[in-house]
Every structure is written in C-alpha cells, then in structure tokens.
Nanobody, 118 residues
C-alpha cells in the first residue's frame, strides 16, 4: 500500500554527479527508515546508504565520501546525492522504506538506472 517512485537516474560521465529522488505515498513517512540499494548486472543487490527516522546515516565503504543520503519528511522524499561517480557505480538503484520496527511494512520502489560511462 506504500508506493515508492524513484527518479533522477540517467547517463553521466565519470567524475560527474547525479541526484536520485524517492517519493513516498505514505503520510507517516517520518517513522520509516529509508535506504538506497543498487544491483549491477550479474551482481547481487547491495546496500548503498541508509537514513533512520531520526536522521542518522550510514554508507557502504565503496561510496563513503562521495554519496550523501538525506530526507525531507515534509515532502515524503528521500534523496541520494552522488558525486565523483565511477563506472563501477553503474547499477539499478532501488529505494527502500522499512517501518517494521514501528509495526509497519517493508516496501521497495521499482528502481532507476544509473549508468556511468564515457
């Protein structure tokens, strides 16, 4: 019942930047922990970044110092700012909303493609 819609993906050159957005339909967005995951061709899905309902963040080692996750509870939206992009960042990026600790569900968006190439 909670819908997540990712946007902002596309083609970018190495060293470039991109900002992903994930818009949620939930009016109780603020209680969800939010995360970004990615899946490269032939690889398993991995965690990229998370942000708790209190705004605490954590990142995969591969993106620390380059990516920033943030949330705007008034807009029911989570963002992923990606800087200094590398070809190995190429993947489908998925938004996740996890409200299980508050008695709600775990939801996923359909993904947005990010391609880093010259």
């Amino acid at each position: 019942q909670v819908q997540l819609v990712e946007s902002g993906g596309g083609l970018v050159q190495p060293g470039g930047s991109l900002r992903l957005s994930c818009a949620a339909s939930a009016s109780i967005f603020s209680i969800y922990a939010m995360g970004w995951y990615r899946q490269a061709p032939g690889k398993q899905r991995v965690l990229v970044a998370v942000i708790t309902s209190d705004g605490i963040t954590d990142y995969a080692d591969s993106v620390k110092g380059r990516f920033t996750i943030s949330r705007d509870n008034a807009e029911n939206t989570v963002y992923l700012q990606m800087n200094s992009l590398k070809p190995e960042d190429t993947a489908v990026y998925y938004c996740n909303a996890d409200g299980r600790m508050a008695g709600y569900g775990d939801y996923w968006g359909q993904g947005t493609q990010v391609t880093v190439s010259s």
